[in-house]
């Protein structure tokens, strides 16, 4: 959603267990979202993505979960893996008149512990 | 792994030196973006464009100015230099119009002295 602030969320999860890293978007009229992973020292990349005319989307061992009616997102990733520390941010097209416009959230740090 | 470069990767420079960052893409994309980031945080979208000739500012005031005049190549330039300027800068790019995911660079990290 709308970044406010500078804290940064922490996930701490224990290697194998499953994570789930939530978002709350700011814009109803968001019609298109993404998960993005970032490690350390690299550009953010794409995971997964969902459309609004959907609640539900799977990956490989990731899933994408939209509920609208309150404007949240969330990544479930099964069986996390040492691989799976990074930083994840959602983020979400706004549709305007002459383009859309992508709102990242603040980003959750996602911490895999042995 | 996306085919977008962005260099230099590291760059420590004097305050007031002018410098320019580089990122090209090879997927043919129109639409390509700066942000800047601090370590970890969230993303701020300071320059996009939709195509050759085109430059737009976003969410966040730069001093820095950026150019589209070829469709693989965005430079962003910063005339002056501060310690003010000194953190991540990100380059991405996407497929224009519709629904699709950016494409990031590897960052160039900048610290201004």
């Known amino acids: 959603g709308e970044s406010v602030g500078l804290h940064l969320p922490t996930l701490s999860v224990q290697e194998g267990d499953n994570s789930i890293i939530n978002c709350a978007y700011s814009?109803?009229?968001?019609?298109?979202f993404i998960w993005y992973k970032q490690e350390s020292g690299k550009g953010p990349q794409f995971i997964i993505d969902i459309r609004s005319n959907m609640d539900k989307r799977q990956g490989q061992r990731v899933t994408v979960l939209l509920n609208k009616t309150v404007k949240h997102l969330s990544l479930q990733i099964a069986a996390t893996q040492p691989g799976d520390s990074a930083v994840y941010f959602c983020?979400?097209?706004?549709?305007?008149?002459?383009?859309?416009?992508?709102?990242f959230g603040k980003g959750t740090r996602l911490h895999i512990l042995p | 792994e996306a085919d977008i470069y962005q260099t230099p990767r590291y760059l420590v420079i004097g305050t007031g030196k002018k410098i320019t960052l580089e990122c090209s893409q090879t997927?043919?994309?129109?639409?390509m973006y700066w942000y800047q980031q601090d370590p970890g945080m969230e993303l701020h979208l300071i320059h996009y464009s939709y195509g050759v000739n085109s430059t737009e500012k976003g969410d966040l005031s730069s001093e820095s100015t950026v150019s589209r005049i070829r469709t693989e190549h965005f430079p962003l330039t910063l005339e002056s230099a501060r310690p003010s300027h000194t953190s991540q800068y990100l380059c991405?790019?996407?497929?224009?119009?519709?629904?699709?995911?950016?494409?990031f660079g590897p960052g160039t990290r900048l610290t201004v002295l």
């Open positions: 997927m043919g994309h129109d639409k």
């Open positions: 991405a790019s996407s497929e224009f119009p519709g629904l699709y995911e950016q494409f």
């Open positions: 983020a979400e097209n706004v549709p305007m008149n002459r383009d859309d416009k992508i709102i």
């Open positions: 814009n109803s009229a968001s019609d298109y």
